[in-house]
């Protein structure tokens, strides 16, 4: 493939970071991204690098998920059987931005990189924060999700994760839709979670099954973080919206850190924040069925 615009850019980036003078002679791309560019690249002297890039506008995107994956990094313990993608550099010019990773060959995936996934995440989610939220707002999907700092966990879903999404659904024309569900929805969020006070556990924070695979030594990939501190539930949860995720998963998360049936009710809860997310994104069907998710949540205090 041709040298990419910014690739003159991206080598002195390398330069600086690595110490040493890089010349990216080959760029593949990878696809499945809808955000941004991805490609594998390799330099003259066979080093390769798995490089996002987007406009300079989109920087921001970039630079949090950098920190997302570094955050993650550093919570892995020795003996977590977890693979984090290196972040090599993140930065930017005039006309663009990019994030700089290490570069991961995937191999197959089977029931024993599930069983360490599973592990692995058990072993995440008890790295924990005083507080819920995260050091800077990230996305989910293209969507800006906000990581304030907050002390309650009621509060910081009611207001930094359904109600951004309902702002947003008034930008996009179809809150007025919803606009009942959302209303006693919200209304009945406290009897929802009513006596429920997790702790705030470190989050992938977009976990489906195209954000997880194994390389080819048998170890478990997680990528594409929208990283925060919040309830462990959500990430189960966001595990069985799209599957992806077999017993074996499971089994080994409830062997290290076990959930109570209480935390398991929530899985609807949790995943209408996606729904909604998806609704404002791509529209469609998701909208009737975030409206119908809602219905029956409140259905089931009532």
């Known amino acids: 493939m041709v040298r990419h615009p910014a690739t003159t850019d991206i080598e002195q980036d390398l330069a ?37 890039i987007n406009q ?43 994030l700089i990773l290490e570069y991961i060959p995937f191999g197959r995936s089977d029931n024993t990189v599930q069983s360490k996934l599973g592990q692995g995440l058990a072993m995440l989610h008890q790295h924990t924060a005083p507080q819920f939220g995260f050091d800077a707002d990230n996305v989910i999907g293209a969507s800006l999700q906000t ?22 659904a008034a930008q996009h024309g179809f809150y007025s839709s919803i606009q ?20 705030p556990a470190l989050l992938h924070g ?3 099954g195209g954000n997880a695979a194994a390389d080819n030594q048998g170890n478990p990939i997680i990528f594409d973080p929208a990283v925060y501190n919040g309830d462990r539930m959500c990430d189960i949860a966001m595990t069985k919206l799209f599957g992806g995720f077999s017993a074996e998963f499971y089994a080994a998360y409830n062997d290290v850190y076990p959930l109570t049936e209480h935390e398991k009710q929530l899985q609807n809860l949790y ?6 997310n ?19 949540l409140v259905h089931r205090v009532l």
């Open 56 to 98: 300079a506008n989109k920087a921001h995107t970039l630079t949090a998920e950098a920190q997302g994956l570094t955050a993650l990094q550093h919570a892995l313990d020795n003996d977590n059987p977890l693979r984090i993608p290196q972040v090599i550099t993140q930065n930017s010019n005039t006309t663009h931005a990019w």
């Open 16 to 52: 600086q970071t690595l110490g040493q003078d890089l010349c990216l002679e080959s760029w593949q791309v990878v696809s499945g991204g809808s955000i941004h560019q991805a490609y594998h690249v390799m330099s003259q002297d066979k080093q390769q690098f798995f490089i996002k």
């Open 180 to 199: 009942d569900e959302a209303k006693q929805l919200l209304a009945h969020l406290p009897t929802l979670l009513k006596g429920h006070k997790p702790k």
């Open 278 to 296: 998806h609704a404002n994104l791509f529209g469609g069907g998701y909208i009737s069925q975030s409206q119908s998710m809602m219905q029956q």
């Open 147 to 168: 990581n304030t700092w907050t002390d309650d966990w009621l509060s910081f879903w009611a207001e930094q994760r359904l109600g951004t999404q309902f702002k947003l």
């Open 206 to 208: 977009d976990l489906w």
């Open 271 to 276: 995943n209408l924040y996606h729904i909604l």
